[in-house]
Nanobody
Framework: VQLVESGGGLVQPGGSLRLSCAASGFTFSSYYMSWVRQAPGKGLEWVSDINSGGAGTYYADSVKGRFTISRDNAKNTLYLQMNSLKPEDTALYYC???????WGQGTQVTVSS
């Protein structure tokens, strides 16, 4: 399992970012996929899941209504569209195939003025 995140960066409060996760080494279209984040000095926090087909999406209360998870199974890519970003969204964001225990290296998102 290989997962490579991209798209993080520094953004002002209220701004937007789109994270991407390129997957390889497994049949991407067969698996639930997740986004998980870790804020500085804190533990892992689940952010969102999407089922294998993409029709079922699930969100933590802290991001519901602001973040949108999606996937392109033809491109083996997972996405996280993040809008209305807040300073408390600052974290290292990981793409994960939890069932196969595969994690990316993370992409840093910093929300600050």
């Amino acid at each position: 399992v290989q997962l490579v995140e991209s798209g993080g960066g520094l953004v002002q409060p209220g701004g937007s970012l789109r994270l991407s996760c390129a997957a390889s080494g497994f049949t991407f279209s067969s698996y639930y996929m997740s986004w998980v984040r870790q804020a500085p000095g804190k533990g892992l926090e689940w952010v969102s899941d999407i089922n294998s087909g993409g029709a079922g999406t699930y969100y933590a209360d802290s991001v519901k209504g602001r973040f949108t998870i999606s996937r392109d199974n033809a491109k083996n890519t997972l996405y996280l569209q993040m809008n209305s970003l807040k300073p408390e969204d600052t974290a290292l964001y990981y793409c994960a195939n939890i069932i196969a225990d595969g994690w990316g290296q993370g992409t840093q998102v910093t929300v600050s003025s």
